[in-house]
């Protein structure tokens, strides 16, 4: 092998492994955005006192089809989209 043969086959490596590792990133940072796109998000409710839903916390996450529910009592509701369950029970709540 002469010099140049030498020479080229070492930059044909280089870029090879460079482009590997730019793609490594790339994948990680797609990743990283989509976990940050799919974090529960407070729901509004404009419930005033004595209607129904009035004091209680919801959240979801659209994307997992997830849903939180926290009562006036601290009681916490979760749903994998196929109704709340019961998770927490705080020691306060009758």
Not at 1 to 28: E, T
């Amino acid at each position: 092998m002469n010099l140049n043969s030498i020479g080229i086959a070492l930059c044909l490596a280089a870029a090879a492994a460079s482009f590997s590792s730019y793609a490594g990133d790339h994948r990680k940072a797609s990743r990283d955005t989509r976990h940050a796109e799919s974090a529960m998000q407070l729901v509004a409710v404009d419930a005033r006192a004595g209607e129904p839903g009035h004091g209680w916390q919801y959240f979801s996450d659209v994307r997992r089809h997830r849903a939180v529910v926290i009562s006036p009592d601290g009681d916490y509701y979760y749903s994998r989209g196929k109704g709340l369950e019961l998770v927490f029970k705080a020691s306060g709540s009758a």
